[in-house]
């Protein structure tokens, strides 16, 4: 992503996260914390509509935890596979970037929503499973998943 995507990142952000505010202001810091933050978009028809941010967890370590720290599709192109292959398509671009630091990819980590249904989709394209569940955390219960050997 560069600096003059993040306003149509932004009305992904406002659309996906409906509860969440000041769209631009966060993508900006997320967007600025480079390499710790890394964000991927995809675009269709020089639109972007969605985006996936990669965080690197406890500082620069040779062994990376990595967070998926938020995917957003906007709601007009949602069920089209895009989140999948920002997922499948981004990770190996991240583990290149985390090469050039001579590190390497340990574990992804994700926290969503105990009703989101997106869980079966980092099920299913990172191989990560559920470890705990926060009761009342955000908006609602929030379930903490990790796929672990991941490199």
């Known amino acids: 992503m560069t600096q003059d995507d993040l306003e149509q990142a932004a009305l992904v952000h406002k659309f996906a996260f409906v509860r969440q505010g000041h769209s631009r202001e ?11 933050n890394i964000i991927y978009i995809a675009q269709r028809d ?12 406890s500082g620069f370590r040779p062994e990376v935890v990595l967070e998926l720290e938020q995917l957003a599709v906007h709601p007009d192109h ?3 596979g895009i989140a999948r ?17 001579n590190a390497a990819l ?10 989101n249904f997106a869980q079966d989709l980092y099920k299913k394209t990172l191989g990560a499973e559920i470890e705990a569940t926060i009761s009342n ?4 219960d ?3 998943m990790v796929a672990r050997n991941v490199g």
């Open 26 to 36: 966060w993508l900006e810091c997320i967007f600025k914390a480079f390499p710790r």
């Open 137 to 140: 955390l955000y908006s609602a």
């Open 46 to 57: 020089n639109q972007v509509v969605g985006y996936i941010i990669w965080t690197q967890r």
């Open 106 to 115: 340990k574990h992804v980590v994700v926290t969503t929503r105990a009703d």
């Open 78 to 80: 949602q069920g089209q």
């Open 142 to 144: 929030e379930v903490y």
């Open 85 to 101: 292959k920002l997922i499948t398509e981004t990770l190996p671009m991240v583990k290149d970037e985390l090469a050039k630091k």
